[in-house]
């Protein structure tokens, strides 16, 4: 089956750095992405990783490794309307998104 | 540019009543995608379209759901005679077509639906 893992629940401090993990196992590997839902509204575009690495935008950082079927989503500085759901992607063989069940990461002063 | 609309944004109804909820994509984009997504959830995939067709409907969880795009643009997910458990935020998600790259998926502010 396919299955993606990541926590359900983050605490963190404003200013502060988290990492996000996210695990999965999937029929094939067209890349991976990160999304963004605060409560009530639709998720938004983070991140994509198709190669291994690390890939920089901003204050936000997603890691990919391929090998392990793992990445991680860094973010850094952190501000109060970091507060949210963290929705992890993998577009498996055919193409489809694969979605975890996300990590709600809560942000306090 | 306009983005992904869906409407209506709320729909409250009575179990067993039929049920339309519509999305209208970005201009272009000929993928379109129907998720459910329960609280604490991720979106679960239910259909895509590729143009007029539906490229993938294995998601859909029984025979009361049915969703059409008869012109490649906008899209109607119906749902007959619905049940509680039918209640969720029905998403709708549009991009390029898939394949190799990253063409991110564009979502919908979502409908919320309550079956009572």
Request: include cysteine; charge should be neutral; charged fraction near 20%.
């Amino acid at each position: 089956g396919q299955n993606i893992d990541q926590p359900t629940e983050m605490t963190a401090t404003e200013g502060a750095i988290v990492q996000i993990n996210c695990t999965y196992q999937t029929s094939g590997f067209n890349g991976l992405f990160w999304y963004q839902q605060h409560a009530g509204e639709a998720p938004t575009f983070l991140s994509y990783n198709v190669l291994d690495g690390l890939e920089e935008k901003g204050r936000f950082s997603s890691f990919l490794s391929r090998s392990k079927g793992y990445s991680y989503l860094l973010l850094k500085e952190l501000q109060m309307k970091d507060s949210a759901s963290y929705l992890c992607a993998v577009k498996d063989s055919n193409y489809q998104l694969i979605w975890g069940a996300g990590t709600k990461l809560i942000i306090k002063p | 540019g306009a983005g992904v609309s869906q409407t209506p944004s709320n729909k409250v109804t009575e179990k067993g009543k039929y049920v339309e909820l519509r999305c209208d994509p970005i201009s272009g984009h000929t993928a379109l995608y129907w998720y459910r997504q329960s609280l604490g959830q991720g979106p679960e995939f239910l259909i895509y379209f590729q143009g007029t067709g539906a490229a993938d409907d294995s998601g859909l969880p029984n025979d009361r759901f049915f969703a059409v795009r008869p012109e490649g643009s906008v899209s109607t997910l119906k749902i007959q005679r619905t049940e509680r458990g039918d209640s969720a935020v029905y998403l709708c998600a549009s991009s390029l077509t898939p394949g190799q790259g990253y063409n991110e998926q564009f979502f919908g502010p979502g409908t919320r639906l309550t079956v009572l």
